[in-house]
């Protein structure tokens, strides 16, 4: 298992942007797929988005196309989350995510989970 910290969460405008990171430790992060999910109050977490272990698969989910990108940086040992046009229902905690398969990592099923990081989109 690798160990994850999310930051870059905070207050933002509707339309504005944010960009999320996730550092992980360990030197086998170049191995793990990595992923985004959220959860809203009251609501079940849901995906967000995944990227494989070399960056050649991506996945993001129909609510977010369009406006959101994943990204990972091995030599960083870091996936971001730029989220751009953001809306009030994007409102959550953005936790991310690692598995050494990028099917677990989609399913939500992954080894290893952040502590979250809070974004919140005002009108």
């Known amino acids: 298992q690798v160990q994850l910290v999310e930051s870059g969460g905070g207050l933002v405008q509707a339309g504005g942007s944010l960009r999320l990171s996730c550092a992980a430790s360990g030197r086998t992060f170049s191995t793990y797929a990595m992923g985004w999910f959220r959860q809203a109050p009251g609501k079940e977490r849901e995906f967000v988005a995944a990227?494989?272990?070399?960056?050649?698969?991506?996945s993001h989910a129909d609510s977010v196309k369009g406006r959101f990108t994943i990204s990972r940086d091995s030599g960083k040992n870091t996936v971001y989350l730029q989220m751009n046009s953001l809306k009030p229902e994007d409102t959550a905690v953005y936790y991310c995510?690692?598995?050494?398969?990028?099917?677990?990592?989609?399913?939500?099923?992954?080894?290893?989970w952040g502590q979250g990081t809070q974004v919140t989109v005002s009108l």
């Open positions: 990227i494989s272990w070399s960056g050649g698969s991506v």
């Open positions: 995510a690692a598995d050494l398969k990028f099917s677990m990592v989609v399913a939500g099923s992954s080894g290893s």
